[in-house]
């Protein structure tokens, strides 16, 4: 299905490409962002993004989405009509926990805890591909923001305080 034609809609204007303050209010304001994605969706940026400005995600389960949205909790997943009718549960959803969910799995500090454990797994002859490491929303749940078993090789780095 075409948008142009909608374009012309009531309440329907199109926003175009915006720069990171104007897409961060976007999605801050909006109830829910709309992703109905049709292909094999490798990692979803724009969901992650949508997730730390507190909003939920409705999403076609294509790729990683799944992985990224906890149905009912984050978001949404379903076909297009499925999508349509959880509109009018969105708004339940709880916006705080979105961006915790957010903080917990695509923080700077969680991307660097996890380059640090598959860095940790090689010097240690392991395969980083191959992790037995937990995936799931709550793994990831720790105080530092990464997985908490430790590597037997510690890195060390220099945390820098802005």
């Known amino acids: 299905m075409c948008i ?3 374009l012309t809609e009531p309440g329907i204007h199109f926003v175009g490409e915006v720069g990171p303050t104007a897409k961060a209010r976007l999605l801050g304001e909006a109830l829910a962002l709309l992703n109905p994605v049709d292909w094999e969706e490798p990692f979803g ?10 909003t939920p995600v409705l999403a076609t389960p294509r790729g990683s989405v799944p992985e990224l949205i906890e149905q009912g909790v984050t978001g949404y997943l379903g076909d297009e009509a499925t999508l349509a ?26 991307m660097a805890d996890g380059y ?6 090689l010097l240690n002859g392991a395969d980083p591909r191959r992790s037995t490491a937990p995936t799931s929303i709550q793994a990831y749940q720790s105080p530092h923001g990464g997985p908490s078993s430790p590597a037997p090789i510690r890195i060390l780095r220099r945390r820098c305080e802005p």
């Open 116 to 121: 640090e454990a598959a860095y940790a797994q």
């Open 85 to 110: 009718a959880a509109v009018a549960q969105v708004g339940s959803l709880d916006r705080r926990h979105c961006r915790a969910v957010a903080e917990a799995r695509f923080s700077p500090a969680r």
């Open 45 to 54: 940026l724009v969901m992650a993004e949508a997730l730390a400005c507190g």
């Open 4 to 6: 142009k034609p909608l």
